[in-house]
């Protein structure tokens, strides 16, 4: 069931047709679903307290609705190690189109998966788990199940990628928490059935999975 905070979150970003970060953020939180520490910044000063509180380095992104793809306005900057660099990037975001603030996030380690969603015509919510980040189109290691999913399902999804040795640990390196991103999926496969009337796709990428936990460092929600 989606609450009233999470209905607020889509019903104001209706016309725009897609969620901003910090909202879409702030909705699979109320979901249940692991996102970084973040804040979504108005001031530069607001920016560099935040950062400060949990530590550099930190990443930051633009927020604006009149920009979807923040990589083509170069409107994100990761490993941002000072407040002096954070005002400058602010200042440089700040001069983009539509700009609405800064998002400041926490820096996260991991292997990068990428969680999709899509509403089909014909078969309802479909869940995508495959190997992400910017070259995800590349690797095109992808793995999809209708919702909603179980642990059983998770678990074929993950054996069905061809790379589904660097989640379980490859070459001495530590396996991914599989528990936490079984868990993850499950959350997501949830809130997808709950939002089929209201979306068309939900993108998570990158996903950062370690050891200890996996957590969404990206997302779009784009809405019908």
Known sequence: MLTPAMEKILTTDQSQGWVLEPEAKRLFSLAGLAVPRYCWAKTAAEATLF?????????????SPAILH?????????????SGRLADVFDRFSQLPGFAGVLVEEMLTGLELIIGAKIDWQFGPVILLGMGGTRAEIYKDVALRMAPLNEACIATMIKNLRAHQLLEGYRGEAPINLEALSRLMMLFSELVI???????????????????????????????
Do not use: Y
């Open 51 to 63: 950062a400060a509180e949990i530590g550099f380095p930190v990443v930051a992104k633009v927020v």
């Open 70 to 82: 923040k990589s083509d306005q170069q409107g994100v900057v990761v490993g941002i190690a000072d």
């Open 194 to 224: 709950n939002l089929e009337e209201r979306i068309t796709s939900i993108d998570l990428n990158p996903v950062l999975c370690n050891s200890e936990r996996c957590v969404i460092a990206d997302a779009r929600i784009m809405l019908k």
